[in-house]
């Protein structure tokens, strides 16, 4: 295909072709005319600069040289093929990166694992990779050009992430809007369109500045393009800006009479399932739970499998847990479940309330299973175990849901990666008036052990998927993790406390109230996912009859 927004020709101009204007025009034809291993090897670099910017580094600036090499080499793919193969190169680049991470979860036990360890980050990089692939593809094959081109890039980009968030159950982990997760104010427009909106803002900022390369027609047209385009996060910050200057103040306010504490024990993984060590750590998480200031809590709430025991089928232990409950309050904590007249049966990973008599008042049992992690696909084919400790596969929950429980506001239960999915977080509400009210969570509950993931980036960036969640939804997210970052997040995004990776602690904190009125999203929820790209089609038809 012909380069018809980088023209040859613009690598001469009036200073001669080897002055360092030609120079830097050259760049463009340079890379279009790559091929072979060189094209592929220099869109993977660009994918892994590009994952850069992600949590906890946030290089932001590092978007534009990614997505602009990115865009240039695809100006020169001669077929659809060689797109796509280039997309998936630059996928491959930009997981291996981002989700590096996920290898250590292997080292956990690495004489069983860790010879899979380098094949299940290049697999899984591999074909995640495949959706970025169709997003080159698909430009390429739209034959577009100028800002329509680059508008088409980006609204394909957003196809393949919601594409990935839902195929083989999903992994929306890394989406481009979670670059913005460093500040409060860059993420409010969540709550209007969701991370989707982010997204795709993300990728028209920085791949638009490859059109400023040669002499295109138009230029005046072309370069107002970069300009908006550009000006788009600035203009994000700003409504961010407004709406927090227009939100009561951190932290003030909250729900009376709930006063909880959180219990961040920091057990390493290697030793959290060792049968010699698993009643200490119950007993170190008791001792925190009693530390001075118990006695004017009203809820405890532990870790995902912060009990390292078939909880529903040890009603010893369910008394003994009662030491930490406060009276006429819960305590919330994470364990496996079976059925207890059937312990070899199916299991479950849940989470418990347990009232101050030793009573299970509510369970909610994970949905999104990780796997290989709790389960293991085609297991008789594959012939290999699960990460996790036991043999058995866990069994995926019945649906989300909304525990109500006695002194607290309803509220939705995640577990671990469930809270990484946009506009599924919360179990559908009843229909009507006050009964929909009543029937809405009114904070988000998410525990979760990130010890799997050591010191990485992993659970930054699990951290900032779920700060997306709480201003997606317009209530407030309380996290819980063994080892990780533990926090109390308000209806806005903003931390009002939190524990870092590595550090064993605990959190007093009240809980914070939900935003006044719903945010368009929690309404609309992935309905809007839809809507952006049907208004972002309409956009590349209007670009392309007038730029």
């Known amino acids: 295909m012909s380069l018809t927004v980088l023209p040859v020709t613009a690598m001469t101009t009036e200073t001669g072709a080897g002055g360092p204007q030609g120079e830097a025009r050259a760049w463009p034809q340079r890379l279009a005319a790559l ?5 592929l090897g220099l869109a993977a670099v660009c994918g ?7 949590p906890p580094l946030y290089l932001l600036p590092l978007l534009v040289p990614a997505f602009v090499g990115a865009f240039w080499l695809l100006e020169g793919a001669k077929t659809g093929r060689q797109a796509a193969l280039t ?7 930009h997981f291996a990166v981002g989700l590096y991470w996920v290898g250590h979860a292997f080292l956990v036990d690495a004489e069983r694992f860790g010879f899979a360890m380098p094949f299940a980050v290049g697999g899984l990089a591999a074909g995640l990779a495949l959706f970025p692939a169709l997003a080159f593809w698909i430009t390429a094959r739209s034959s577009l050009t100028g800002p329509a081109r680059v508008v088409c890039f980006a609204t394909a980009w957003l196809l393949g992430e ?8 999903g992994f929306p982990w890394n989406l481009m809007g979670s670059v913005w997760a460093f500040s409060s104010e860059t993420i ?5 369109g969701g991370v989707w909106l982010l997204s795709l803002i993300t990728v028209t900022a920085a791949t638009a500045p490859a059109l400023l390369a040669g002499r295109p027609a138009r230029r005046h047209r072309i370069r107002g393009f970069v300009a908006v385009a550009l000006l788009l996060p600035a203009l994000s910050w700003g409504y961010g800006a407004w709406r927090l200057d227009g939100a009561p103040a951190a932290g003030t306010a909250v729900v009376e009479e709930v006063r909880l504490r959180l219990v961040q024990p920091s057990i390493p993984q290697a030793l959290k399932w060792r049968r010699d060590l698993r009643a200490e750590h119950v007993r170190t998480q008791m001792r925190m739970s009693l530390a001075p200031g118990f006695e004017d809590r009203t809820h405890v709430i532990w870790a995902e499998t912060a009990i390292p025991y078939l909880l529903s089928a040890e009603p010893v232990l369910q008394r003994e847990l009662t ?3 406060p009276p006429g309050g819960f305590l919330i904590a994470g364990a496996p479940r079976v059925e207890p007249d059937r312990p070899e049966g199916r299991i479950w990973n849940s989470l418990y309330a347990l009232d101050d008599s030793g009573r299970i008042a509510a369970t909610f049992d994970k949905v999104h299973l990780v796997p ?9 084919l594959l012939g290999l175990a699960k990460l996790t400790a036991g043999s058995r596969d866990f069994s995926p929950g019945p649906g989300l849901q909304t525990i109500d429980l006695p002194g607290l506001p309803a509220f939705s239960p995640l577990i671990c990666y469930e809270i990484i999915f946009p506009g599924k977080v919360t179990a559908p509400t009843a229909q009507g008036g006050a009964e929909e009210d009543r029937a809405a969570p009114r904070w988000l509950l998410n525990v979760t052990n990130d010890a799997w993931f050591g010191d990485s980036s992993g659970p930054y960036q699990h951290f900032a998927s779920a700060r997306m969640r709480a201003v997606e939804e317009g209530i407030p ?3 819980v993790a063994n080892n990780g970052i533990s926090a109390v997040v308000d209806s806005y995004g903003r931390i009002l406390d939190q524990i870092n990776l590595n550090d064993r602690g605990i959190i007093d904190t009240e809980l914070p109230e939900a935003a006044t009125g719903r945010t368009i999203y929690s309404h609309a929820g992935n309905w809007l996912y839809l809507v952006e790209l049907f208004l972002s089609t309409c956009v590349i038809f209007v670009l392309r009859r007038f730029v």
Not at 48 to 54: D, E, F, K, Q, T
Not at 87 to 93: I, N, R, Y
């Open 35 to 39: 091929s072979g291993w060189r094209r």
């Open 48 to 54: 892994g600069l590009a994952s850069l910017a992600m």
């Open 87 to 93: 997309g998936w190169a630059f996928g491959t680049g």
């Open 162 to 169: 919601g594409l990935r968030s839902w195929v083989l159950t």
């Open 188 to 192: 409010q427009l969540t709550a209007l």
């Open 323 to 325: 030491a930490v409950v």
């Open 372 to 380: 290989f992690g709790e389960y293991t696909p085609l297991r008789d």
């Open 477 to 479: 997210l309380i996290r």
